[in-house]
Each structure stands twice: as structure tokens, then as C-alpha cells.
């Protein structure tokens, strides 16, 4: 099993829909968790953090669901500006350093 | 607004080369990364530092190596360049060490021919 896992997609969404999509982990004592935006031939930008309570800013919720190992990005009312991959991160362990590790991403693209 | 820069967004070079590729953040984040993304691999830790002339290997540092003699700067250097070293190069820097947000600099397009 893969440490983060994403739906590659891709994703097709109409303008104004809603959509999620989620991001599983494979470690339970994982912390930290984070939800990047990286458009096309660009780098990673940071979207939002991922808090145990979960979280909104504007159109984007970000939840966190650690009986199921799971975090989960929902996108209402998209824009076509939305169109872009959306990786998450999560904090992992290797040899005993601590790191952020990435999904591979999901590709979402918003159709006028 | 923290600013990660790298020293180029296109590099081509010949197998063999000696190839540097530099970062530079400007918000004195003690922590330094660089990947390298390639399609459906997604990032894959190269090397990264948490502290000047400190280094640590990531999930895939063959062939690679790096350098820290300053606290806003970390380089990475491909000994001997191969075509499997094509690949798309980010550099991150993050305040506090393991789990905390990185933020990534514009990238470097590597192709080695």
C-alpha cells in the first residue's frame, strides 16, 4: 500500500458544480496534513492546511477523517480558474526523520 | 510572503556533466528540500537539510548531492548527469523541520541528452 494514495482522475467537472476528492494515508500517527495546488508545468502552491476539526476558506472545506485515514478536499461552486492538480501531504517517518510525503495528485478540470 | 527562487526554469545538458542547481529562500526557514517530480511518480525526496553543512538522504539519492554553507541556500549537484535525471527539479524550504508546510520554489526543467 502506497503511504499516500490519490484518484489520479482525471476529474471533469462543470462550472459552478461541487466536487471532492480524498486522499488516504497509511500511517495512524500521522499529524500534519495538507492540501497543494500545482498548475500546469508550475510548482506546488500551498491551498489550505488540514486541522482535526476541519476547515473552510471561502469555497474550499477541507476535512480530516482519522478513523478512516483519510483527508478530504471539497470545492463548491468551481471556477474554470479551479482547473489545476490538487496533491495532499501528510507527514511521515523514515529511519526516524520526520517528512512530508505527497500524493501523486489529482487532476481537476473545470468545463465552461 | 515567503520567496523561494532557483536559478533556472530550463537547463539542457549532456550526459556526463556536472550539473548545479541552486535555491535560495529569503524567510530564513532553517529547512531546506529538493525534489524531483516525474509523471505518476508524483514529488520524491531527493535530499534535504535541516541546518547549515547538515545534510540527510532522501527517498532517492543516488547519483545525486548537495551543499549547505549557507542558511538560505541549498544546492543540488548531479556528479555525473544521465538521461534518467530528466526530470522537473523543485526546491523547498519550510520554518520548522518534519511535518510543518514547505513552500516550493518555481522549479528547474532539467533535460540531460
Known amino acids: 500500500r502506497k503511504e499516500v494514495e490519490q484518484d489520479p482522475g482525471p476529474f471533469n467537472v462543470p462550472e459552478g458544480a461541487t466536487v471532492a476528492f480524498n486522499c488516504t494515508y497509511s500511517n495512524s500517527a500521522s499529524q500534519s496534513f495538507f492540501w497543494y495546488r500545482q498548475d500546469c508545468r508550475k510548482e506546488p502552491k500551498l491551498l489550505m492546511s488540514v486541522y482535526s476539526s476541519g476547515n473552510e476558506d471561502g469555497r474550499f472545506t477541507a476535512q480530516l477523517n482519522r478513523a478512516s485515514q483519510y483527508i478530504s478536499l471539497l470545492i463548491r461552486d468551481s471556477k474554470l480558474s479551479d482547473s489545476a492538480t490538487y496533491l495532499c501531504?501528510?507527514?511521515?517517518?523514515?529511519?526516524?526523520?520526520?517528512?512530508?510525503?505527497f500524493g501523486t495528485g489529482t487532476r481537476l478540470t473545470i468545463i465552461p | 510572503d515567503v520567496k523561494v527562487t532557483q536559478s533556472s526554469r530550463y537547463l539542457v545538458k549532456r550526459t556526463g556533466e556536472k550539473v548545479f542547481l541552486e535555491c535560495v529562500q529569503d524567510m530564513d526557514h532553517e529547512n531546506m528540500f529538493w525534489y524531483r517530480q516525474d509523471p505518476g511518480l508524483g514529488l520524491r525526496l531527493i535530499y534535504f537539510s535541516y541546518d547549515v553543512k547538515m545534510k540527510e538522504k532522501g527517498d532517492i539519492p543516488e547519483g545525486y548531492s548537495v551543499s549547505r554553507e549557507k542558511k538560505e541556500r541549498f544546492s543540488l549537484i548531479l556528479e555525473s548527469a544521465s538521461t534518467n535525471q530528466t526530470s522537473m527539479y523543485l526546491c523547498?524550504?519550510?520554518?520548522?523541520?518534519?511535518?510543518?508546510?514547505?513552500?516550493f520554489g518555481p522549479g528547474t526543467r532539467l533535460t540531460v541528452t
Open positions: 523547498a524550504s519550510s520554518q520548522r523541520e518534519g511535518g510543518y508546510e514547505q513552500y
Open positions: 501531504a501528510v507527514n511521515m517517518w523514515n529511519f526516524g526523520n520526520e517528512k512530508l510525503t
